[in-house]
């Protein structure tokens, strides 16, 4: 019985937000509208719905993001490498990002990894 109990956990906008942005190809920033579409709703809708949630789209895609920049960090790449795979217009933008993210700047989580 509690075996189908867990099967039939409900899942949440947040959640179902979140695995269209964690699945989508790596440079690939999927927008509200698009996640929207894909759902058969508003964006108004889908935004009220995460906003229901107590979070945003911008809270999720930046949470992602955040995820994929240190996994791509802890492999080597090159600042610049994780930016453009990221999908950020040039490193600068991608710097002020992580440091918005983390506090730190992206060089520092990179110089930390390595030791």
Same mark, same amino acid.
Request: charged fraction near 20%; proline fraction near 2%.
């Given at each position: 019985? /509690? ?5 039939? *956990? *409900?899942?949440?906008? *947040?959640?179902i !937000?979140?695995? #269209?942005l964690?699945?989508?190809?790596? +440079? !690939?920033?999927?927008?509200? +509208? ?12 889908? &935004?009220?719905?995460?906003? /229901?949630?107590?979070?945003? #789209? ?7 993001l $955040?995820?994929?920049?240190? !996994?791509?960090?802890? &492999? @080597?790449?090159?600042?610049?490498? !994780?930016?453009?795979?990221? +999908? #950020?217009?040039d490193?600068?933008? #991608?710097?002020q990002?992580?440091?918005?993210? *983390? @506090?730190?700047?992206?060089? $520092?989580y990179k110089?930390?990894?390595? &030791?």
């Amino acid at each position: 019985m /509690e075996l189908i109990t867990q099967r039939h *956990t *409900t899942l949440t906008t *947040t959640m179902i !937000v979140r695995d #269209f942005l964690m699945n989508a190809p790596s +440079g !690939v920033l999927l927008s509200l +509208g698009h996640i929207a579409n894909r759902l058969n709703t508003s964006e108004r809708t889908l &935004k009220r719905r995460l906003q /229901e949630e107590n979070t945003s #789209f911008r809270l999720i895609q930046n949470e992602i993001l $955040h995820h994929r920049a240190d !996994v791509l960090l802890s &492999k @080597g790449l090159s600042l610049t490498q !994780v930016a453009e795979i990221l +999908g #950020f217009s040039d490193l600068s933008t #991608f710097s002020q990002a992580y440091k918005r993210w *983390t @506090g730190m700047a992206p060089s $520092h989580y990179k110089n930390n990894e390595i &030791k």
